[in-house]
């Protein structure tokens, strides 16, 4: 069974900074694209970034919102992705989730499964 | 950026009945090389993260019962849920995972009538 769980999530003064885990069970995690996506409470759903996996060089993306802030990594040994966040600001407030994107048979990425998800409050 | 229109905003159906939730994006998320389109539609109930029920615009996922359905005619897509049930009372979004950022559109809330 497909499991993502993250973690690292608490209350965090703005300019703060937080490390958020997604460890991975029940796939081969070296080969998915890991992604992550953050949802404020009552809002819509805000892609955050991505880490492709080592055939792909372990490229990362990130939205506009959060470039330069927030850095993807992956430590394939531990079945983990993570996300480090700097420069925190109150906009920032969300439930984060982290998300798989596997690869076809053709080399071509499909999103499937989600993490429960991990609150991040950015407060003074 | 790709823009994900999706409408409406929130629709009331009675049981079973059809719903129908569109999603427009601003550019084709049409991949020449795999001749698929990129979207995926995901179903959320409260306090959960989402589900996704549609990839490749079309291709229901294991699991998903065959009154949801997607579809699309040039760049407008839609998800159809033929007979609606109480368990289906959630929030739909799109998703578009042509390219970086990958974007959603801003969600269809679907209650009951």
């Known amino acids: 069974e497909v499991q993502l769980v993250e973690s690292g999530g608490g209350l965090v003064q703005p300019g703060g900074s937080l490390k958020l885990s997604c460890t991975a069970s029940?796939?081969?995690?070296?080969?998915?694209?890991m992604h992550w996506v953050r949802q404020a409470s009552g809002k819509g759903l805000e892609w955050i970034g991505r880490?492709?996996?080592?055939?792909?060089?372990?490229?990362?993306a990130y939205a506009a919102s959060v470039e330069g802030r927030f850095t993807i990594s992956r430590d394939d040994s531990k079945n983990t992705a993570y996300l480090q966040m700097k420069s925190l600001k109150t906009e920032d407030t969300a439930v984060y989730y982290c998300?798989?994107?596997?690869?076809?048979?053709?080399?071509?990425?499909?999103?499937?499964?989600w993490g429960q998800g991990t609150l991040v409050t950015v407060s003074s | 950026d790709i823009v994900m229109t999706q409408s409406p905003d929130s629709l009331a159906v009675s049981l079973g009945e059809r719903a129908t939730i569109n999603c427009k994006p601003s550019?084709?998320?049409?991949?020449?090389?795999?001749?698929?389109?990129?979207l995926a539609w995901y179903q959320q109930k409260p306090g959960q993260p989402p589900k996704l029920v549609i990839h490749?615009?079309?291709t229901r996922e294991s699991g998903v019962p065959d009154r949801f359905s997607g579809s699309w005619s040039g760049t407008d897509f839609t998800l159809t849920i033929s007979s609606l049930q109480a368990e289906d009372v959630a929030v739909y979004y799109c998703q578009q995972y042509y390219s970086s950022p990958l974007t959603f559109g801003g969600g269809t809330k679907v209650e009951i009538k």
């Open positions: 880490i492709k996996n080592k055939p792909n060089s372990y490229a990362t």
């Open positions: 490749w615009a079309s």
């Open positions: 998300t798989r994107h596997y690869y076809d048979s053709s080399g071509y990425p499909i999103p499937d499964y």
């Open positions: 029940g796939f081969t995690f070296s080969g998915s694209a």
């Open positions: 550019q084709s998320v049409l991949n020449s090389s795999n001749n698929k389109n990129h």
